[in-house]
C-alpha cells in the first residue's frame, strides 16, 4: 500500500499534547513529519511522568510516533537557518507557540509565505489569536472548565474527561483544516493559514447541549452517567456489577421494558420525553430488576433482544478484547533503546489493508535528536 500523504512533508515546531497530536495524525496516514525540538530536553512531555520505561515517558510516547527528531536552538543564527531550510521544502508547519512568539523569532506567517508560498500553516492556541483573551497560555483542563465541558460533566460537582480532550481536540480539528488547505493548494497552488485553539475545540463538540442553550435557551446541567435528553440510557446496577443500556427509539422502548418488568403504555415512560422526565423512578424500577441477575446475565439477554448494552471495561481488558485486536488498533514498533513495543494505533482503517493507519510501516516516537544528521544531509542534497 502507497503512504497516503507520502508525498507531504511536515515541520512539527510543536510540544505537549494538541500539536504533537495533529502532526501524529499526518504521519499516521503517511506524511514525512519532521519534529523540531529543543536541544535543551526537547518536546516538554518527554518528562511527563512517571511511567518512565527506561527513561522514555510513556506520555511522550502516546503523541509522537511516526515522527523524526532533529534539535535546533531557533534563537540562533544556527537553528534559524535550519528552520529556514526546512520550511522551503515543506508542505506543512504546525506551531503550538503562544501569539506572537514565532514572530519574534522571525518567522511570521508573511516571513513563512515569503520563503515557500505553498506552504500550509497550521496554528494552535489555548484560547485563538485574538480577543480579550487570545494571549492566555493554553492547558487542557483550563480549557475544559472556561469552554463548559466542565458543567456537564460529572454527577455533583464540575469533572474533567478522563482523557485530555481539549487538546486531542484541537489536535483533530486542526489536522482536519490542514488537509483541507492541503487540497486548496492543489488547486490554487498557495498555501494559507489555519487556526484553531482548545476553547475552539471544547465548544466546537458541545453538539445538542449548545443547541439546548442558543435555541431553546435552556441551560444544560450534569446528570452523571445518564444521557441529558434520552432514557433509559445510561448506567444501571446490576446483582453483581454494572452495565450500561442505551434505549435510543421508541421501538426499542417498547422491547426493552417487558425484559424489565415494566409496562411500555405506563403514562410516565410512554414515550422519550415523558421517560427523561421521570429519569429518577424509571432508574429506580430498571435497577430493582437488575439487582435479581449477575451482569453477564443482563447483557446476554438484552443482547438476545438486541438491546444496544454493554459493559465498562479498564484499559487491561480494553487492549485485550479480542475486538480491539480484531480491528488492528494496537500497533507494534522498533524502538531504538526499548525494542519491540506496543502502541495504541491510528484509528483509520483503509480498505487494502489489514491493520489501522495508512503506512506500510509505522515508526517508533523518536530519541531527541534521534534524525539530526540523516535530516541535514537531506536539507543539503538540494
Same mark, same amino acid.
Not at 331 to 347: A, F, M, N, R, Y
Given at each position: 500500500m502507497r503512504n497516503l500523504l507520502s508525498d507531504v512533508v511536515v515541520v512539527d515546531l510543536t510540544r505537549a499534547l494538541a500539536g504533537p497530536h495533529a502532526a501524529m495524525m499526518l504521519g499516521d496516514l503517511g506524511a514525512r513529519v519532521i519534529k523540531v525540538e529543543t536541544p535543551e530536553g526537547g518536546d516538554d512531555s518527554r518528562g511527563w511522568g512517571p511511567p518512565f520505561v527506561e527513561g522514555e515517558s510513556t506520555y511522550y510516547l502516546s503523541a509522537n510516533r511516526n515522527k523524526?527528531?532533529? =534539535?535546533?536552538?531557533?534563537?540562533?543564527?544556527?537553528?534559524?537557518?535550519?528552520?529556514?531550510?526546512?520550511?522551503?521544502?515543506?508542505?506543512?508547519?504546525?506551531?503550538?507557540?503562544?501569539?506572537?512568539?514565532?514572530?519574534?523569532?522571525?518567522?511570521? =506567517?508573511?516571513?513563512?509565505?515569503?520563503?515557500?508560498?505553498g506552504l500550509v500553516i497550521l496554528s494552535i492556541t489555548g484560547f485563538g489569536h485574538d480577543g480579550p483573551d487570545g494571549g492566555r497560555a493554553g492547558y487542557d483542563q483550563i480549557a475544559q472548565g472556561e469552554g463548559g465541558l466542565m458543567s456537564i460533566t460529572g454527577a455533583v460537582e464540575p469533572t474533567k474527561v478522563g482523557v485530555p480532550i481539549a487538546d486531542l481536540l484541537a489536535g483533530m480539528y486542526g489536522a482536519y483544516g490542514a488537509l483541507a488547505a492541503l487540497h486548496e493548494r492543489s488547486v490554487t497552488g498557495k498555501g494559507r493559514v489555519v487556526r484553531t485553539s482548545l476553547l475552539a475545540s471544547v465548544i466546537g463538540v458541545h453538539a445538542f447541549h449548545g443547541t439546548k442553550w442558543t435555541v431553546a435557551g435552556e441551560l444544560p446541567g450534569r446528570v452523571g452517567n445518564h444521557h441529558a435528553q434520552i432514557a433509559p440510557y445510561g448506567l444501571y446496577r446490576t446483582k453483581d456489577d454494572i452495565v450500561q443500556v442505551a434505549v $435510543?427509539?421508541? $421501538?426499542?422502548?417498547?422491547?426493552?421494558?417487558?425484559?424489565?418488568?415494566?409496562?411500555?403504555?405506563?403514562?410516565?415512560?410512554?414515550?422519550?420525553?415523558?421517560?427523561?422526565?421521570?429519569?429518577?423512578?424509571?432508574t429506580a424500577a430498571i435497577e430493582a430488576a437488575f439487582a435479581a441477575e449477575p451482569a453477564d446475565v443482563w447483557l446476554e439477554r438484552l443482547a438476545e433482544k438486541g438491546i444496544p448494552a454493554g459493559k465498562v471495561r479498564d484499559f487491561q481488558q480494553v487492549y485485550e478484547w479480542e475486538q480491539t485486536l480484531s480491528q488492528g488498533l494496537l500497533?507494534?514498533?522498533?524502538?531504538?533503546?526499548?525494542?519491540?513495543?506496543?502502541?495504541? $494505533?491510528?484509528?483509520l482503517r483503509f480498505d487494502d489493508q489489514p491493520y489501522a493507519g495508512a503506512r506500510e510501516t509505522n515508526l517508533a516516537p523518536p530519541r531527541l535528536g534521534e534524525h539530526n544528521e540523516s535530516v541535514r544531509a537531506w536539507l543539503d542534497s538540494e
Open positions: 523524526e527528531s532533529v =534539535t535546533a536552538d531557533l534563537k540562533s543564527a544556527d537553528g534559524q537557518e535550519f528552520l529556514t531550510k526546512l520550511v522551503r521544502r515543506a508542505d506543512v508547519l504546525i506551531e503550538n507557540f503562544r501569539p506572537g512568539v514565532l514572530d519574534r523569532l522571525g518567522f511570521s =506567517t508573511e516571513r513563512l509565505h515569503q520563503l515557500n508560498p $435510543g427509539s421508541e $421501538g426499542q422502548w417498547r422491547t426493552f421494558a417487558p425484559i424489565v418488568g415494566l409496562d411500555p403504555a405506563d403514562e410516565r415512560f410512554a414515550v422519550n420525553s415523558q421517560r427523561v422526565a421521570h429519569r429518577p423512578e424509571l500497533i507494534d514498533v522498533e524502538h531504538p533503546t526499548l525494542g519491540t513495543i506496543q502502541l495504541p $494505533g491510528p484509528p
